[in-house]
């Protein structure tokens, strides 16, 4: 036999990218045309073939090997003409028919196990090998398992539809009945069939956090504990800071006070400054980092940017920044990194109205803070009736890392916090 190098063929612009997949091992048996490995740029995935057909004596490349053309590959044995030519004609009738049938028979049984040992070898990698690094990053942000997802690529690759579709069949499964019964009623008439009707596109934004509410609500068992803090003192000091040059009033909204008061109690409860571990089971990463996540009202959808290091940041500091987060999101100017790695999200409709609602934790954070719009109560206070500034608050929590318990003694120490004790305090 004849062994020849088999190298990276001329690739275009790819140039030193990642081996994703090696797709065969040492001793399988080839034909032209079938995959050896799978590379990927930023920009997209390549198959590359045989050119021959052959035998693999040894195999030159891993995953993770940074390739570019010429590069080899691995080396194969390649068959003769003559035993391919004897191999493709048929079987003649003689004294000696049944040893040949027996000798191919043989044969065809050895080629059946090697290929069955590659597929075993293969199946060994997959957990390496089933899905690019890509795909597995964009699993994790959902919070998906990718070895539970069935890969629609050759040998159960997984691309990115896979996981959409695996998320999409849970959410679909676990709702399935109630489908099915409202399904009649859904497709019987179109809108329009009632009157004049508008069809538009949802907001870019609002499809993209559309995946990440619908992991979160499906995988998360949310509780929300609700309560008030009493702001009273905090609202009359926030009201009375003035610039020390100018004397001017500061222009600071309450919620640059809730962001610190907030991380003074993430320091106290570390278990609310977590993610529960999606690769290894029974494992959850506790951060020393405060990142507050911001709920931020656009117009073009709902974008949370995080408040970097609030624990070393004054009140003045926080609000500057508050309104930078603000303006980059309303204009499309924030960086994608800026909307992930949060301790902790707060979600804020005090500009807006209502009271008390159901926030949905923003994975993989374990708990939000819902703040409702302030308002003067009459509170039973020291054996009397008197007018406070009572602020609703919504802490919904991932029950699968904090129970009722804990929660409440967050929130209790998060009133306090915003009390009039401590309203000072926060603003050094």
Same mark, same amino acid.
């Given at each position: 036999?004849?062994?020849?190098?088999?190298?990276? /063929?001329?690739?275009?612009?790819?140039?030193?990218?990642?081996?994703?997949?090696?797709?065969?091992?040492?001793?399988?048996?080839?034909?032209?045309?079938?995959?050896? *490995?799978?590379?990927?740029?930023?920009?997209?995935?390549?198959?590359? /073939?045989?050119?021959?057909?052959?035998?693999?004596?040894?195999?030159?490349?891993?995953?993770?090997?940074?390739?570019?053309?010429?590069?080899? *590959?691995?080396?194969?044995?390649? $068959? +003769?003409?003559? $035993?391919?030519?004897? &191999?493709?004609?048929?079987?003649?009738?003689? =004294?000696?028919?049944? %040893?040949? !049938?027996?000798?191919?028979?043989? #044969? !065809? &049984?050895?080629?059946?196990?090697?290929?069955?040992?590659?597929?075993?070898?293969?199946?060994?990698?997959?957990?390496?090998?089933?899905? +690019?690094?890509?795909?597995?990053?964009?699993?994790?942000?959902?919070?998906?398992?990718?070895?539970?997802?069935?890969?629609?690529?050759?040998?159960?690759?997984?691309?990115? @539809?896979?996981?959409?579709?695996?998320?999409?069949?849970?959410?679909?499964?676990?709702?399935?009945?109630?489908?099915?019964?409202?399904?009649?009623?859904? &497709?019987?008439?179109?809108?329009?069939?009632?009157?004049?009707? *508008?069809?538009?596109?949802?907001?870019?934004?609002?499809?993209?956090? @559309? #995946?990440?509410?619908?992991? @979160?609500? $499906?995988?998360? %068992?949310?509780?929300?504990?609700?309560?008030?803090?009493?702001?009273?003192?905090?609202?009359?000091?926030?009201?009375?800071? $003035?610039?020390?040059?100018?004397?001017?009033?500061?222009?600071?909204?309450?919620?640059?006070?809730?962001?610190?008061?907030?991380?003074?109690?993430?320091?106290?409860? %570390?278990?609310?400054?977590?993610?529960?571990?999606?690769?290894?089971?029974?494992?959850?990463?506790?951060?020393?980092?405060?990142?507050?996540?911001?709920?931020?009202?656009?117009?073009?959808?709902?974008?949370? /940017?995080?408040?970097?290091?609030?624990?070393?940041?004054?009140?003045?500091?926080?609000?500057?920044?508050?309104?930078?987060?603000?303006?980059?999101?309303?204009?499309?100017?924030?960086?994608?990194?800026?909307?992930?790695?949060? +301790?902790?999200?707060?979600?804020?409709?005090?500009?807006?109205?209502? +009271?008390?609602?159901? /926030?949905?934790?923003?994975?993989?954070?374990? =708990?939000?803070?819902?703040?409702?719009?302030?308002?003067?109560?009459?509170?039973?206070?020291?054996?009397?009736?008197?007018?406070?500034?009572?602020?609703?608050?919504?802490?919904?929590?991932?029950?699968? *890392?904090?129970?009722? =318990?804990?929660?409440?003694?967050?929130?209790?120490?998060?009133?306090?916090?915003?009390?009039?004790?401590?309203?000072?305090?926060?603003?050094?």
């Amino acid at each position: 036999m004849t062994e020849i190098d088999i190298k990276v /063929p001329n690739i275009g612009d790819f140039k030193d990218v990642e081996v994703i997949e090696v797709l065969v091992s040492e001793g399988q048996t080839l034909k032209k045309n079938d995959p050896l *490995i799978t590379i990927e740029s930023d920009k997209s995935s390549v198959e590359i /073939p045989s050119n021959f057909n052959g035998k693999i004596k040894t195999i030159k490349i891993k995953v993770g090997d940074k390739v570019s053309e010429g590069d080899l *590959i691995l080396i194969l044995e390649k $068959t +003769s003409e003559t $035993t391919e030519k004897t &191999q493709k004609k048929p079987l003649e009738k003689n =004294a000696n028919e049944k %040893p040949l !049938i027996e000798k191919e028979s043989k #044969k !065809i &049984q050895t080629i059946k196990i090697e290929n069955e040992k590659s597929f075993s070898n293969q199946n060994k990698i997959s957990n390496i090998s089933s899905a +690019s690094p890509k795909v597995r990053k964009f699993a994790r942000e959902l919070g998906v398992d990718i070895n539970q997802v069935i890969g629609s690529e050759r040998k159960g690759r997984v691309i990115e @539809s896979d996981v959409k579709l695996f998320v999409a069949s849970r959410s679909n499964n676990s709702t399935n009945n109630e489908k099915k019964n409202n399904e009649n009623i859904k &497709q019987e008439y179109a809108h329009s069939e009632f009157g004049e009707v *508008i069809i538009k596109d949802i907001p870019r934004v609002k499809r993209l956090s @559309s #995946k990440y509410l619908m992991n @979160s609500w $499906t995988n998360i %068992p949310h509780v929300t504990n609700h309560d008030e803090a009493d702001i009273t003192e905090l609202e009359e000091f926030r009201t009375s800071l $003035t610039d020390m040059y100018t004397g001017e009033r500061k222009k600071i909204t309450p919620l640059a006070f809730i962001v610190k008061a907030l991380t003074t109690s993430l320091k106290k409860f %570390p278990n609310f400054n977590s993610s529960i571990d999606e690769i290894e089971e029974g494992k959850m990463t506790i951060k020393k980092y405060y990142h507050i996540g911001i709920a931020v009202d656009t117009p073009h959808g709902l974008m949370v /940017p995080k408040l970097r290091d609030a624990e070393n940041k004054n009140i003045n500091l926080i609000s500057s920044e508050l309104k930078d987060l603000s303006n980059q999101c309303r204009n499309l100017k924030i960086d994608k990194k800026e909307l992930f790695g949060g +301790s902790m999200t707060i979600t804020s409709l005090g500009g807006i109205g209502g +009271s008390f609602f159901t /926030p949905i934790i923003n994975y993989p954070e374990v =708990a939000i803070l819902g703040i409702g719009k302030s308002e003067k109560k009459q509170v039973f206070l020291d054996g009397k009736f008197v007018t406070r500034t009572m602020l609703p608050l919504s802490l919904s929590y991932d029950h699968r *890392i904090i129970d009722g =318990a804990e929660a409440a003694r967050f929130n209790n120490d998060l009133k306090e916090n915003l009390g009039k004790n401590f309203a000072y305090k926060l603003a050094v």
